[in-house]
């Protein structure tokens, strides 16, 4: 890692304030404090969601507003300044990026012009996007869950045709989920959780009238887990009545239908895309950059951007080594928060001049919520004859919940995390357990 040349106020300026960044800027901005540098935080969006709760949005499980956190806000407490706006273009020579206008969502006025933004350091963590493969229909007809507004938008769809299903305007609520990683499954089991609350606090009467299939290539559900792991979570979802559909791809989406490989149709009006992830396209006009095949940022093992100085790249938008198995880091929350850990001490040893081991990705597990009470997972096996240790069920779900807590726990500190942990429990014995408007 290249020593800085050290200016009294060293400019970071973190693009990308999601799990990965924002743990960032206020681990740097404890760090540092506005005294040896200055900590910038970018976003696009004013606030953050940790992304994993998306699933529970669109089922109406949670709210966005009561989980997000406001990046001017948590900045003014924790020593970064927030500025908004997307990144649109890199001068790595002159360090400098580029953010475009901010539009009144409202009047659609513009609130402010496109602006320019000097750096000593740059730090990009962008995050990805669902890959759709360039299938046909697959932007035109399927939602995704990449952003809050995604995710309330399949809210929306899903609470309204329960409604109509209720109202004997529609038969049954009919949803294709394409892809059986962590997202679908979740998602899966989060919706058949969600109908039955409908049922139970809204008397929608869907619940009997849902029907969801899960579609994917692979051969099992969770490919990226062991067998025992995915053999588990199958059986949860047949439980619940989801028909799984393996070894077939989606070769088309039209308006009311999955079109799968060698002819056969899901009929459905709700579809979802969870399957793959790409980097964002802006990545691919950040000149200097090298990029992987799914545009990720490639990096060497100390997160440095290769082919620039003074950038790094963290988090699923980057390619990082990861020292074990498989080629590059996983592109998951934990990976993101290892990364993050990792950046705040190295650019704060790398300003004081002092020399920076390498990033080595633990894994510690994966977790895979399967609706209410129930998770399957896995962490690294305690004996050599076992692959990993499993975990089921409700302490599953436990150590499920308690990541949420953990990723509070980076920004707010554990008193503030254990009040908000406390004030959500109190809060929702007020609340239906799932959303009806
Ligand atoms: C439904 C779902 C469930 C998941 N469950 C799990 C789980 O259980 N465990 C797990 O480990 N992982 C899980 N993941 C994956 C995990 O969410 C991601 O790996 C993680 O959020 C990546 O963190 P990140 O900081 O790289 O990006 P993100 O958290 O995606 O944050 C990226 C940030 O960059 C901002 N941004 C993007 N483009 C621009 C731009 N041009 N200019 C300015 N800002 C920009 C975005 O607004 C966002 O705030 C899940 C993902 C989904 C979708």
Not at 99 to 116: F, H, K, Q, Y
Not at 306 to 330: E, L, R
């Amino acid at each position: 890692m290249n020593n800085p040349v050290t200016t009294q106020r060293h400019r970071i300026v973190i693009v990308g304030g999601g799990a990965g960044g924002l743990e960032l800027a206020t681990r740097l901005g404890h760090r540092l404090w506005r005294a040896q540098a200055q900590v910038t935080l970018v976003d696009r969006n004013p606030a953050h969601l940790w992304k994993p709760r998306l699933h529970e949005v669109a089922a109406g499980l949670i709210g966005t507003g009561d989980d997000e956190t406001n990046y001017l806000a948590h900045g003014c407490v924790h020593g970064f300044d927030f500025v908004l706006g997307g990144l649109t273009s890199l001068d790595a020579p002159a360090k400098t990026i580029t953010l475009d206008a901010v539009i009144s969502p409202e009047t659609g006025a513009e609130v402010l012009g496109a602006r320019t933004l000097p750096y000593d350091t740059l730090v990009l963590a962008l995050g990805s996007r669902v890959n759709d493969f360039g299938i046909p229909g697959v932007l035109e007809y399927c939602h995704m869950l990449d952003s809050p507004a995604q995710a309330m938008r399949l809210q929306r769809a899903f609470l309204e045709a329960a409604i109509r299903v209720g109202a004997e305007r529609l038969d049954r609520v009919r949803v294709g989920i394409v892809g059986a990683g962590a997202t679908g499954v979740e998602l899966a089991a989060e919706l058949h959780h969600a109908v039955h609350a409908m049922e139970r606090w809204g008397g929608l009467g869907a619940a009997g009238k849902l029907d969801i299939t899960l579609v994917d290539m692979a051969a099992r559900i969770l490919p990226a887990v062991d067998p025992g792991t995915s053999k588990h979570a199958i059986e949860v979802l047949e439980r619940l009545g989801v028909n799984v559909v393996l070894g077939k791809g989606v070769e088309r989406v039209t308006e009311d239908a999955l079109h799968l490989s060698g002819g056969g149709v899901v009929p459905c009006e709700i579809k979802v895309w969870a399957s793959g992830i790409a980097g964002h396209d802006v990545v691919g006009t950040l000149k200097g950059l090298t990029l992987s095949n799914g545009k990720r940022i490639v990096v060497d093992d100390h997160l440095a951007c290769v082919g620039v100085t003074d950038i790094f790249a963290m988090g699923d938008c980057a390619a990082a080594p990861s020292h074990i198995g498989t080629a590059t880091a996983p592109p998951t929350a934990q990976a993101a928060h290892q990364q993050a850990s990792y950046l705040a001490k190295a650019l704060e040893r790398r300003l004081a001049g002092e020399s920076v081991e390498a990033f080595r990705f633990q894994p510690r597990g994966t977790l895979v919520s399967l609706g209410e009470g129930d998770a399957a997972g896995e962490f690294p096996a305690l004996r050599r004859d076992q692959a990993v240790f499993p975990a089921h069920g409700l302490i599953a779900k436990l150590l499920y919940v308690s990541l949420y807590h953990m990723h509070r726990v980076a920004l707010h500190g554990w008193l503030r995390a254990t009040a908000l942990f406390l004030a959500d429990r109190l809060r929702r014995t007020t609340l239906p357990p799932v959303k009806l408007h």
